[in-house]
């Protein structure tokens, strides 16, 4: 129960004030951070905070409803995770919340408050790991920006666990060249073994 | 005047010249013919001329067989005219004579012979009345009298006749079968000796009055009345009033309605049936928003109670967050224990079949928050507007709300699949006798061939209705002595007028004052 408030915020979506009041009472008495939305456009339109986060999203709702809500978010590439409240659950429509990655589908009046703060923990968790690989591969691709097109070729043939000689063979250039290549790589990208060379092989065949 | 019995009558006048006495014939009304002994026609007056048509010259000098008189009468008259000649007694007789056009008249004569000195008739003078008209008169008067004795002996309706003391005059066989009376028994007795129900005081000429001040002059009333047998019958009784034979009496026609209160009833318990079913299929409609509009307040309080569970059990608890956190569980408790009483009175089948009085505004507000949901997440804007000034209406609440319910979601269904804006209107509009509430959609209206139809049972246009909705609801209103009519906004959608009586409007009994 010991959360503390900066260990992650909570949207919720809520088209019914007394429901958004009740939650925002039971999660903050829980040690989540809450801000609350009256519809899914206003959540859409709203500045969100950087940090680790969790969407507790209504499933019907006036205008835009929670589906569309999760189709906007995943359509921006935002990795957010989305937990479902519904006051009359259909088979369909969990099917397609849980398909397009919600988290947890929740049925009102009498869901499981454990299970909610528990789902949001996890959203949270998942979250931050998310946000925390998403810095690390920005930090990757920093670092692969700064060879050359030769290098950042040389290296991913090395990644892929190919010998100099080899190289040499396939891009037509002799293996000294390649060798000068691939040192000046590793340095660039801060690397001292083959193995972390190899954990590069996607980033560098994604550039 | 009496008159001396051997007084001989003094003449008014003596007639010393012929001429003036063939002026007076000839001048007279009086048909005037004579006749030699071969039957021919001697004097033929100007009174025989208008009758006939004939000149006196045309007929003088020829007989009164090949001219006047028709062929199948030939036999008869000369009988007649024999028995004149040999008695020489004054006759009286009927016969007919063709006019010059071939019409019948019917003559009355008086016929008297006139003897020369030997005895022998030398003359028939016959003067005569042309009765043609009075005898046709005389027959329709007949033929009159002959229909109304039909009329009364064989009318389904009790007709009755009392005069201004409250006997009866008249009492036909339909009125003995209803009243299980025989006529002989009751006729020429007050009414009040044996119908007690039925004496509104007839001597006084005050029930003349009452009548008198209606149009379209009758009185009109349903009673039960008693039978001698102990048994009761409904019946309808009309009274009108006439003058007959120089006194004010009164006309009752009475009809058995038994049987029409009975099937009056079925039909009623038939609706009221078909009205709980249409309910149940309404609230299964409404099943999915209702549980919404269930859930939202218990998700509510149960959160609420969930964090203040929480707060109590941590050491430094807020005591006004806690305060302010029951207060709210308590108003959202109220809130649900609200939509469950709605859904209970909108579910009451009839159990309050008396019509009450309801204010148009309480009506469509209830039923539009019933709805609320659906239309909100439907998108549909409301525009609602009361009557002014306010109206009451004299319904049965529950089936008002029921037929204000399905307009509203029929509304709400044409909007579903129209492009543009959707805009449902609940208008209050009061009039002089009753108000109407008017439902208006912005969907794509009714085909016209479907106007018609519309509130025929089972009459559809949607894929997954029994088409029983409008056509209750039809029911419903004609049974508030209301109308229901559809019609096409010029703008686009549909336009439903529901127009119920005031609760202060004449209604149900036409006037039955004792």
């Not at chain 1, 499933?59 to 989305?82: E, F, H, I, T, W």
Request: with cysteine.
């Amino acid at each position: 129960m010991a959360a503390s408030p900066e260990s992650g915020i909570v949207y919720l979506i809520d088209d019914e004030i007394s429901v958004r009041d009740g939650l925002s009472l039971l999660l903050g008495s829980a040690g989540f951070a809450v801000t609350s939305f009256a519809s899914g456009a206003e959540f859409l339109a709203a500045d969100l905070d950087p940090n680790p986060a969790c969407v507790l999203l209504d499933l019907r709702m006036p205008g835009v409803d929670g589906l569309a809500v999760q189709a906007a978010l995943s359509k921006r590439g935002s990795n957010l995770p989305v937990v479902f409240l519904t006051a009359h659950g259909k088979v369909p429509e969990a099917v397609e919340a849980v398909q397009h990655g919600a988290l947890g589908f929740l049925e009102k009046p009498n869901f499981d408050h454990e299970a909610l703060i528990e789902l949001i923990r996890v959203g949270l968790c998942r979250h931050r790991q998310a946000l925390t690989e998403e810095a690390r591969k920005a930090e990757r691709l920093q670092r692969i920006a700064r060879l050359t097109e030769r290098e950042r070729e040389v290296a991913l043939h090395a990644a892929a666990g190919r010998a100099n000689k080899v190289i040499a063979a396939d891009l037509g250039i002799s293996e000294r060249t390649v060798e000068i290549h691939r040192s000046r790589a590793m340095k660039k990208l801060e690397l001292r073994s083959v193995a972390d060379l190899v954990r590069l092989e996607a980033d560098l065949a994604s550039v | 005047m009496s008159q001396q019995p051997d007084s001989p009558i003094a003449p008014l006048f003596v007639i010393r010249d012929s001429s003036l006495l063939d002026n007076v014939l000839e001048l007279s009304e009086l048909l005037l013919v004579a006749l030699d002994s071969d039957a021919n026609i001697r004097v033929f007056n100007r009174a025989c001329e208008r009758a006939t048509g004939f000149k006196a010259a045309d007929v003088v000098g020829r007989s009164i067989f090949s001219t006047l008189i028709p062929d199948d009468e030939h036999e008869r008259v000369r009988a007649v005219a024999n028995t004149l000649a040999t008695t020489g007694e004054t006759s009286a007789y009927v016969n007919h004579w063709l006019t010059r056009d071939g019409q019948r008249r019917l003559i009355q004569w008086r016929n008297t012979a006139i003897s020369d000195a030997s005895g022998q008739v030398e003359i028939i003078v016959g003067t005569g009345i042309d009765v043609t008209d009075l005898d046709q008169a005389r027959q329709r008067e007949e033929d009159r009298a002959r229909l109304n004795q039909a009329l009364l002996a064989n009318a389904t309706e009790g007709i009755v006749m009392v005069d201004d003391k409250g006997r009866l005059l008249h009492f036909n066989p339909a009125a003995e079968r209803i009243l299980g009376q025989p006529a002989a028994t009751v006729l020429d007795h007050p009414v009040g000796e044996w119908l007690p129900d039925l004496d509104p005081g007839f001597a006084d000429g005050h029930l003349a009055r009452q009548i008198a001040s209606r149009t379209p002059g009758t009185i009109s009333c349903d009673a039960t009345l008693a039978r001698p047998d102990g048994s009761r019958v409904d019946t309808q009784l009309i009274v009108a009033a006439v003058e007959y034979e120089n006194r004010q009496c009164y006309l009752g026609f009475l009809q058995d309605i038994s049987e029409r209160k009975r099937l009056e009833h079925q039909v009623r318990t038939h609706l009221l049936e078909l009205a709980h079913l249409d309910r149940l299929r309404a609230l299964s409609d409404l099943t999915t928003g209702l549980a919404h509009e269930i859930a939202q307040p218990l998700t509510a309080v149960r959160s609420t109670a969930q964090a203040c569970l929480t707060l109590l059990r941590s050491p430094d608890n807020d005591r006004a967050e806690l305060e302010a956190a029951l207060t709210r569980i308590v108003q959202q408790t109220t809130h649900a224990g609200e939509i469950i009483a709605q859904l209970r009175a909108f579910l009451q089948r009839g159990e309050k079949a008396e019509p009450e009085v309801v204010s148009v505004a309480s009506l469509v507000d209830e039923v539009l928050q019933l709805l609320g949901h659906e239309l909100r997440t439907a998108d549909i804007k409301l525009i609602r507007k009361h009557c002014d000034p306010p109206c009451k209406l004299l319904v049965n609440r529950v089936q008002a709300e029921q037929v204000l319910a399905n307009l509203i979601t029929n509304a709400c269904e044409a909007m579903s699949t129209a492009p543009g804006e959707r805009i449902l209107e609940v208008l209050g509009v009061s009039g002089p006798e009753g108000c109407e509430i008017q439902v208006a959609d912005t969907g794509p209206g009714i085909a016209p061939e479907h106007l018609e139809r519309i509130f025929e049972p089972f009459f559809s246009t949607k894929p997954n209705s029994l088409g029983q909705g409008l056509s209750i609801c039809h029911s419903i209103v004609a049974s508030h002595g209301g109308r229901l009519s559809a019609e096409n906004r010029p703008g686009g959608g549909a336009l439903f007028r529901l127009q119920l009586l005031l609760a202060n409007a004449e209604g149900a009994c036409d006037g039955c004052e004792p």
